[in-house]
């Protein structure tokens, strides 16, 4: 198994500023991927972060609005930038190392007011 | 079409009953699929993998057809810790797709 550390747990931001989210495992992993839990809705894959290269962002996301560092194979931080209300949400990282199993951080709940 | 669809739900069950979710998927290059569970305001954890032989572990009993891209998972003598909702997850190329899940609650 995996152990991801995920912070910061929660948060309430006002709108228009930045949160950036860390996460930690426990080993080296090649790829780490982020998603967002909408409420009600579920995992949706923002990008993947592979260490020594840019993200790859799905459809929809864009790397001025979620900037994601991986500066090495065991940390990757995802920033929310000039947030609104729709941000809200649950922000997941995870890693799967070379096994089909995810593994899930903690998540962070960010509500924007 | 989304690339994997659950009933969301929510289906309300007498403890010790037993319940079933199907799931579907759109696309074949789907090469591994799984059952995770996401307790209310926690982190999906897997339950279970998915095999075309069909996999049981305990009261769950997941099965797979890939000819008709469906997937399915079977909960017997439900418990009210099975509560929960069910995520249907379909693996291609190593990006893992999540369907919508199917909320299951138990009732004493």
């Known amino acids: 198994s995996a152990v991801i550390s995920q912070k910061p747990s929660r948060d309430i931001c006002q709108r228009g500023t930045s949160l950036t989210i860390q996460c930690q495992v426990d080993s080296q992993v090649t790829m780490m991927f982020w998603y967002r839990q909408q409420p009600g809705q579920s995992l949706t894959l923002i990008a993947t972060a592979n260490q020594g290269s840019e993200a790859t962002y799905e459809s929809g996301f864009v790397i001025d ?33 070379g096994v089909p199993e995810a593994f899930f951080g903690q998540g962070t709940r960010l509500t924007v007011v | 079409r989304k690339e994997v669809e659950q009933d969301p739900g929510p289906f309300n069950v007498p403890e010790g009953a037993t319940v079933a979710f199907n799931c579907t998927y759109s696309n074949s290059a789907s090469q591994s699929f799984f059952w995770y569970r996401q307790d209310c ?10 095999y075309s032989s069909g996999n049981e572990d305990g009261r769950f009993t997941a099965q797979l057809n890939r000819a008709s891209q469906y997937i399915s998972l079977l909960i017997r003598d439900s418990k009210l810790s099975d509560s929960a909702t069910y995520l249907c997850v379909a693996l291609s190329y190593q990006k893992v797709t999540f369907g919508t899940g199917t909320k299951l609650q138990v009732i004493p």
Do not use: A, H, Q
């Open chain 2, 41 to 50: 305001r926690k982190e999906p954890k897997l339950l279970m993998s998915v």
């Open chain 1, 65 to 97: 609005k979620f900037p994601i560092s991986r500066p090495n194979l065991t940390f990757s931080t995802l920033t929310v930038s000039n947030m609104s209300p729709e941000d809200s949400s649950i922000y997941l990282c995870s890693v799967n190392r």
